[in-house]
C-alpha cells in the first residue's frame, strides 16, 4: 500500500513570503494530522482532520496558519507570512480512523526561512 | 500543560547487545502509548503501542512496558542491529485521541 505523501520535499523562503504544503494520506484514511517538528525536538500536533472537517486546530497559530482539506483526501497547509521561527519539518499523517489507531507519516517537508 | 519526557537523550550500545530506552510521562488520564523510530530525513515509523491496560507488550525484537504507578514507559530491543539506529520517540494519547510527542532519544548502534 502507498504511504502518505508530500510534496515539495524541501522548501527555503525568506521570512515574510509565503509557502505551502500538500499531503496526499493513506488511501481511505479519515483522519489526517499536520505536525511541526522543530529541530530536536518530538513533532506537535498543529491540526486535526476527520474527513473534511477540522477536529482540533487549538494548537494552530491561525493569525499565520491555515489549512485545509476539501473533499477529505488531500490536505494543504499555507503559513503566510513566514517568520524564522518557522523553520522546522511539517509532518503530515494518517490513520484509519480516531482513537486507538496508528498514526502513519509522510516523510515531512524541510522549511528552512531566512 | 500535560508532558511526555525522556529520561537521556542520547544512548549508545554495541551492537548484539540489548536497548532500553526510558520514558516519563506526566498525564495520569493517558491510557494509549506508542513508540516511534525516526530516523535522518524521514517521518516517524510506528513500533509499537501499548494500552493502559496492560503492563507488557512484545513484538518482533522489541518489547514495551508500562508502569502506571510511577508513569514510566520503556522500550527494549533485543540484539540491538547496525540497523537500529535513530531517534526513538515516545507518544501518549488521552481521551482526545492525539498524541503528544516527548523530544526523543538518539540511540547509535556501535560496531
Known amino acids: 500500500e502507498a504511504g502518505v505523501a508530500q510534496s515539495p520535499r524541501y522548501k527555503i523562503i525568506e521570512k515574510r513570503q509565503s509557502v505551502a504544503f500538500w499531503c496526499n494520506p493513506i488511501s481511505g484514511h479519515a483522519t489526517l494530522y499536520w505536525y511541526q517538528q522543530i529541530l530536536g525536538q518530538g513533532p506537535k500536533l498543529l491540526i486535526q482532520?476527520?474527513?473534511?472537517?477540522?477536529?482540533?486546530d487549538s494548537q494552530l497559530p491561525k493569525d499565520r496558519f491555515s489549512a485545509e482539506r476539501l473533499k477529505g483526501v488531500d490536505s494543504t497547509l499555507k503559513i503566510q507570512p513566514a517568520k524564522l521561527e518557522d523553520s522546522a519539518v511539517y509532518l503530515c499523517?494518517?490513520?484509519?480512523?480516531?482513537?486507538?489507531?496508528?498514526?502513519?507519516f509522510g516523510p515531512g517537508t524541510r522549511l528552512t526561512v531566512l | 500543560g500535560e508532558s511526555v519526557g525522556l529520561h537521556l537523550p542520547t544512548l549508545s550500545v554495541q551492537e548484539g547487545d540489548n536497548s532500553i530506552i526510558n520514558c516519563a510521562y506526566s498525564n495520569s488520564a493517558s491510557d494509549y502509548f506508542i513508540w516511534y523510530k525516526q530516523e535522518s530525513g524521514k517521518g516517524p515509523q510506528f513500533i509499537i503501542d501499548i494500552r493502559s491496560n496492560m503492563d507488557k507488550r512484545q513484538g518482533q525484537r522489541v518489547t514495551v512496558l508500562l508502569n502506571k504507578t510511577v508513569k514510566h514507559l520503556s522500550l527494549q530491543i533485543a540484539a540491538t542491529q547496525p540497523g537500529d539506529s535513530a531517534v526513538y520517540f515516545c507518544?501518549?494519547?488521552?481521551?482526545?485521541?492525539?498524541?503528544?510527542f516527548g523530544s526523543g532519544t538518539q540511540l547509535t548502534v556501535l560496531p
Open positions: 499523517a494518517s490513520s484509519a480512523r480516531d482513537g486507538y489507531n496508528e498514526q502513519f
Open positions: 507518544a501518549e494519547s488521552g481521551s482526545a485521541r492525539q498524541l503528544t
Open positions: 482532520f476527520q474527513n473534511n472537517g477540522v477536529v482540533d
